[in-house]
């Protein structure tokens, strides 16, 4: 079955650089591509980029534009969202999410999420 | 960006008894090629996002089908047939017409 399983939790100092990684399993890896999506706590859903596992061309979220870098590595099925110049406010859970197959940008399956915490 | 707006942020349900959650969009979702992408997730307590709905009436893979959507252009909603235990947790709508993708707030939805 399609499966996305996500690194573990971090826990940074404001200024670091945090890189999360998704490793995807059940599916062909360069079909779909992938966005990554995060969630503060106790708020919503706010989009960060996607990635093209296939190429590896990207498109980012203006908000994010200069601070974060999306990679893939295909002979491990994996792509890796990296957050740098960290903050307060980027304490948030991290999810990767697969673009669905019927058109437009949604996601169907996504990973467990990964939990990253920014703190003195 | 489109912006989604989603009434009401919560709801409080009868298990057994229907409930409707209503998305609106600031701009039409509908695309040349003739789908509309306006999908509905479900995030129940501690986990991540997981997809019911998606172009507007079509049911995810395993999704029950007391869980219907409509609508059209900019106003969709998303109606549960009969609330059960299981279903608690919030709900989002999401456009997926154009980069970046934008959800609603979200409406959380629980049991009396």
């Known amino acids: 079955q399609v499966q996305l399983v996500q690194s573990g939790a971090e826990v940074k100092k404001p200024g670091a650089s945090v890189k999360v990684s998704c490793k995807a399993s059940g599916y062909t890896f360069t079909s779909y591509y992938m966005h990554w999506v995060r969630q503060a706590p106790g708020q919503g859903l706010e989009w960060m980029g996607i990635?093209?596992?296939?190429?590896?061309?990207?498109s980012y979220a203006q908000k994010f534009q200069g601070r974060v870098t999306m990679t893939r590595d295909t002979s491990t099925s994996t792509v890796y969202m990296e957050l740098s110049s960290l903050r307060s406010e980027d304490t948030a859970v991290y999810y990767c999410a697969r673009l669905t197959t019927t058109g437009g940008y949604g996601m169907d399956v996504w990973g467990q999420g990964t939990t990253v915490t920014v703190s003195s | 960006d489109i912006v989604m707006t989603q009434t009401p942020l919560s709801l409080s349900v009868t298990p057994g008894q229907p409930a409707s959650i209503s998305c609106k969009s600031s701009?039409?979702?509908?695309?040349?090629?003739?789908?509309?992408?306006l999908y509905w997730y479900l995030q129940k307590p501690g986990q991540p996002p997981q997809l019911l709905i998606y172009e507007v009436s079509n049911r995810f893979s395993g999704v029950p089908d007391r869980f219907s959507g409509s609508g059209s252009g900019t106003d969709f909603t998303l109606k549960i047939s009969r609330v059960e235990a299981e279903d608690v947790g919030v709900y989002y709508c999401m456009q997926s017409i154009q980069l970046p993708p934008t959800f609603g707030q979200g409406t959380k939805v629980e049991i009396k």
């Open positions: 990635i093209n596992p296939s190429g590896g061309s990207t």
């Open positions: 701009q039409s979702l509908l695309h040349s090629d003739g789908k509309t992408y």
